[in-house]
Structure formats: structure tokens, C-alpha cells
């Protein structure tokens, strides 16, 4: 198993992560499952005892994730695809949500990101190169109403991205900011935490339900593919929208914009900044 990679994929117990880890295990690959509970991989580690390894890890944590990573490149080595999907959903208002629940989102969606990338760079460097596949949204590009801080943090997670990218690329690191649409992740479920709404807001909450609708997502198996793909391509790409309704719908949303800018063109060129 020469050529087999190694894996370090986060928020793997569920959804994106644990897809992703079952379609790289079936591919005679390593892992490094990391999530905050691990019981959920129990069966899959026991179908791979020897390739899959189940990381308890709160990325909030800082030291943990420095001291977890250091284990997980103990385990098999070195790293080649590090998977930064963990994540959560703050729904709800601007004005509703709480500084404790701001907080606490993005020491999940933006801080514990970075202290991931943080940790993995060091053993990519010095391996020579490495994949970083950092999970964000295709929504990133504006905020919508009741999902403003979901966006923020991946915003945020997405410039820095980028950033990064032009940092390492000398070092052989490959990083790709994975836009990824609407899946059945169970991110507005079991990862979504909600605002105590005020009463002010009920008729742009029920519009935004109804904006939802009742379509059933795709499951992120079906996107899992493309992370494959992404992971083998010698030379990615820096940013990838995962979805074809999703690509659309940005496009869409990236031509009204630049539609905005021409009309309001001659109020920017007053300034000569």
C-alpha cells in the first residue's frame, strides 16, 4: 500500500466528513477521522482497524488540535489530504443572536479552521507538499437573512484561504476553498443552533421558510466525487463551487452584483482613490 494517502479529515462522524472518509478507506487509503464524538465511526473502525484512526477533537481547542495533529502524523507518518469540514449553522437574525452564540460559531466555522490549517502546515512544509481542502459555502459571496453569521465565518474562512493559497503554493501545499451547495450534512439539524426570534422579524422568517422550501437536498455522498478529484488533481483549483444548481445560483448572484456596481459607477468614480 505504497500509494496509499493519508487523511486528515474534520467534523468526519457525520455528513461530508464521513462520506469522505468511507470513500477514501474504500479506496485503500488512510485516515485520521477527527470529531468531537467518535462513536458514530465505531463500525466504520472496525471494518478498517488498521486504516482509520478516530481523533476526538473540539477544534475550538487551540493546544488540542496542535497536540492531536502532532498524533495523528505519528499514527501513519505524514499527511497528504487534510478535509477542513467542521462546522456548525447559527440560525436566526442579526439583532437575535446572542455575543455567547457569535462567539461560540465562529470559534467553530472561522477559528477553529485556522487553528487546524495552523497545526497541519508545519508537517506539509516539511514533507514537501501536501492537500488542503478547506469547506466553506457557496453562499459567501453576500449574506442572506437568518444565515448571516454561517456566511461571515465561511467569508472569512474563504479569504484567508486564499490568502494562504499564495503563501504555501511555494512549499508544493495545494489549497482549494470548496464552496459547497445545499446537502443533507444534517448541518440544520443536529449542527444548527437557533436565535430566540423576535416577534419583528416573523414576517421576513416566514418568507426566508418558505424561500427554503420543502425540496429535499441532495445527500453528500453524491458531492464526494468531486473531493476525490480534487485531492488527486496535480494542479487544482484555488476556489470550487460543488453543485451545479449551486454554480448557477452564484453566477446569478455574482452578475446582479457586478449589475449594481455599473449602475452606481458614476458615485464611485467621484472619489479618486
Known amino acids: 500500500m505504497a500509494d496509499a494517502r493519508v487523511w486528515l479529515i474534520t467534523g468526519a462522524s457525520r455528513g461530508l466528513g464521513r462520506a469522505s472518509a468511507e470513500t477514501a478507506l474504500a479506496g485503500g487509503d488512510r485516515v485520521v ?32 488540535v496542535f497536540d492531536e495533529v502532532e498524533q495523528a502524523v505519528a499514527r501513519f507518518g505524514r499527511l497528504d489530504v487534510v478535509v477542513n469540514n467542521a462546522g456548525g449553522m447559527l440560525y436566526g437574525m442579526v439583532e437575535e443572536a446572542t455575543e455567547e452564540q457569535i462567539r461560540a460559531h465562529l470559534d467553530v466555522n472561522f477559528f477553529g479552521a485556522v487553528w487546524v490549517t495552523q ?14 481542502l478547506q469547506i466553506t459555502s457557496m453562499g459567501t459571496g453576500g449574506g442572506m437573512a437568518t444565515v448571516g453569521y454561517y456566511g461571515a465565518g465561511k467569508a472569512a474562512l474563504d479569504s484567508v484561504s486564499e490568502a494562504l493559497a499564495m503563501e504555501v503554493e511555494g512549499f508544493g501545499i495545494k489549497v482549494t476553498t470548496v464552496q459547497m451547495g445545499g446537502y443533507n450534512t444534517g448541518l440544520f439539524t443536529v449542527g444548527t443552533t437557533t436565535t430566540e426570534p ?29 473531493i476525490m478529484e480534487l485531492a488527486a488533481l496535480p ?39
Do not use: C, K
Not at 35 to 61: F, H, Q, S
Not at 216 to 222: F, H, L
Not at 259 to 273: C, F, I, K, M, V
Open 235 to 273: 494542479d487544482p483549483p484555488r476556489r470550487l463551487i460543488v453543485g451545479s444548481q449551486s454554480f448557477d445560483h452564484v453566477l446569478d448572484i455574482h452578475q446582479a452584483r457586478v449589475g449594481l456596481y455599473r449602475s452606481w459607477e458614476h458615485l464611485s468614480r467621484l472619489a479618486p482613490g
Open 198 to 226: 423576535l416577534a419583528q422579524y416573523q414576517p421576513l422568517r416566514t418568507e426566508m421558510e418558505a424561500l427554503w422550501g420543502d425540496a429535499v437536498a441532495p445527500e453528500p455522498g453524491t458531492a464526494v466525487p468531486v
Open 119 to 132: 497545526a497541519v502546515l508545519p508537517y506539509l512544509r516539511a514533507q514537501g507538499g501536501g492537500r488542503l
Open 33 to 64: 477521522a477527527a470529531a468531537r464524538n467518535v462513536e458514530p465511526l465505531e463500525e466504520l473502525t472496525e471494518e478498517y482497524p488498521d486504516r482509520l484512526v478516530p481523533l476526538p477533537l473540539d477544534v475550538t481547542d487551540r493546544r488540542a
